[in-house]
């Protein structure tokens, strides 16, 4: 939390709750709810989080504008960074990809210009490495 003048991290706490900066003296109430909604609605929207819900599916099933809900998810995502920050560090494995979408129904100038497909190797010290690939060995046409 920082001041919302001075933007200082140092702060004195009153005797009535609110917080007194110790560099400019400016006194506020901290907030609560960061994000303007009432605790019933935070807990649904934490509810279908924890459930790994898409975003449609939490805005279906949840009354809130999308913004707010990603501005709320961002937010608990950062938390989570913060909690847990050595569960999201390390290694990422990919297994496939596919990249270019569908051939089939490509106009013929795309189908011309896209005439060779890329394809990505990784070896065992973990490099990689690009080649190209003719689409007829692939029995693409």
């Known amino acids: 939390m920082k001041c919302l003048k001075c933007n200082k991290a140092n702060f004195w706490q009153t005797s009535q709750g609110r917080l ?9 109430i901290p907030k609560s709810n960061i994000f303007k909604v009432t605790k019933s609605l935070l807990r649904e929207v934490i509810s ?9 599916i939490i805005l279906d099933r949840v009354n809130i504008s999308k913004y707010k809900l990603l501005k709320i998810l961002t937010g608990l995502r ?10 999201f560090e390390g290694i990422v494995e990919v297994d496939e990809t596919y990249l270019g979408g569908q051939w089939k129904n490509k106009r013929k100038s795309q189908k011309r210009k896209l005439g060779k497909l890329k394809e990505v190797e990784v070896d065992s010290n973990n490099r990689y490495s690009v080649f190209s690939v003719d689409r007829a060995r692939c029995g693409r046409r």
């Open 78 to 87: 950062i938390a989570m960074i913060k909690d847990y920050a050595d569960v």
């Open 48 to 56: 279908e989080f924890v459930f790994e819900h898409s975003t449609n």
């Open 20 to 28: 007194k900066c110790k560099h400019c003296r400016y006194l506020f």
